[in-house]
């Protein structure tokens, strides 16, 4: 039995414990807590293969290829990482201070699978700076350590996460679990559709299919990639050489008439320009408003070394109008050549 059939099995019986709790509900007998535990118990034990194999924002091979010989020395195989973590441990000992060290240490334990380590290490970096990255290493870390964390200060941070990321896959998944727990199936359905429609590959996008199945979602329901607004985008000139592979590029929809929150936002890691993305309201953060239904929709392409998801100095960004009546099929534009000052 491969670990996609034992996460298939899993996931089918978290879709029974969904079904059973408004009859567990019904017993006044029967405690919160125990409804909790028990979807919990059903949930939890296939979170880590849907993260490792999707959900996280970390590419582990990507880095782990890029980064680790660099900095920690070794050809990078997996069987060098213990000795690459003791140099990491070495050398942070001498640099506490270095939470791009710390970081990378986070992620090398949880490559190792020790979940403690890689705790403590994710907490070390979010002292020194409360990033995405830091916050949900913590959060994953509490919640795999022991289950019920979801439901405490792990699922606070959870949904901290959220409000600034909404597109976060690993925040929508465990925030998706969470709402589930809770018995919001409503915001369970929200979040694991905004999570299918990221293009999982095609195991876990059957998993996740058929637990939205339950819950009343069919792939009918949820936007496809390709619909909404296709934007290429580019980098002027005088910018180009202020880029690099890995920076984190935001196009983000907003409605040039009304001001407020983005109409939709997607976060994409940049391997070079030009590139295209896709957004519609499959990436949608305002609920009820489409975004090809409107005239017009003020569309913003941001580059983002740090990553963060607010415009920071020396970020690069560009800007352009998407106009329905103008739309021909092709993709629409927007150049880079501005500076955030």
């Given at each position: 039995m491969n670990l996609f059939i034992i996460a298939a099995v899993v996931l089918t019986g978290l879709a029974v414990a969904i079904v059973i709790r408004p009859l567990l509900r019904k017993s006044d007998d029967t405690p919160a807590s125990l409804?909790?535990?028990?979807?919990?118990?059903?949930a939890l034990p296939a979170a880590v293969l849907v993260i490792y194999l999707f959900a996280s924002n970390h590419d582990w091979s990507a880095t782990a290829a890029a980064t680790a010989p660099s900095r920690m020395g070794g050809d990078g195989k997996a069987g060098d990482l213990p000795e690459m973590v003791s140099k990491?441990?070495?050398?942070?000992?001498?640099?506490?201070?270095?939470?791009?060290?710390?970081?990378?240490?986070?992620?090398?334990?949880?490559?190792?699978?020790?979940?403690?380590?890689?705790?403590?290490a994710y907490r070390q970096a979010m002292a020194l700076d409360p990033s995405t990255e830091a916050i949900l290493g913590v959060a994953e870390a509490d919640i795999l350590l022991d289950r019920s964390n979801l439901m405490r200060d792990a699922g606070r941070l959870v949904e901290e996460v959220l409000v600034t990321d909404p597109q976060n896959p690993k925040a929508l998944f465990y925030g998706g679990m969470a709402s589930m727990v809770r018995g919001d199936l409503d915001q369970f359905r929200d979040r694991w559709q905004r999570l299918l429609a990221m293009s999982p590959p095609e195991e876990i996008r059957a998993v996740i299919e058929s637990q939205l199945a339950q819950v009343g979602v069919t792939a009918e329901n949820i936007s496809a990639p390709g619909q909404g607004i296709d934007v290429s985008v580019s980098v002027s000139e005088q910018l180009a050489e202020r880029t690099k592979p890995g920076a984190v590029l935001y196009l983000v929809a907003r409605d040039p008439n009304q001001p407020g929150p983005p109409l939709a936002?997607?976060?994409?890691?940049?391997?070079?320009?030009?590139?295209?993305?896709?957004?519609?309201?499959?990436?949608?953060?305002?609920?009820?408003?489409?975004?090809?239904?409107?005239?017009?929709?003020?569309?913003?392409?941001?580059?983002?070394?740090?990553?963060?998801?607010?415009?920071?100095?020396?970020?690069?960004?560009?800007?352009?109008?998407?106009?329905?009546?103008?739309?021909?099929?092709?993709?629409?534009?927007?150049?880079?050549?501005?500076?955030?000052?």
């Open positions: 409804v909790a535990a028990l979807v919990l118990g059903l990491l441990e070495d050398r942070l000992r001498a640099e506490p201070g270095d939470v791009n060290g710390w970081l990378l240490l986070g992620r090398t334990y949880v490559q190792l699978q020790q979940i403690a380590e890689s705790r403590r936002a997607v976060r994409h890691v940049t391997e070079g320009f030009p590139v295209t993305l896709n957004i519609s309201d499959a990436n949608a953060m305002t609920p009820g408003r489409s975004l090809t239904s409107l005239p017009q929709v003020k569309l913003i392409a941001r580059i983002t070394n740090s990553g963060e998801p607010t415009a920071q100095a020396g970020d690069l960004f560009g800007e352009s109008v998407w106009r329905s009546n103008e739309a021909t099929g092709k993709s629409f534009s927007i150049v880079i050549d501005r500076v955030v000052e």
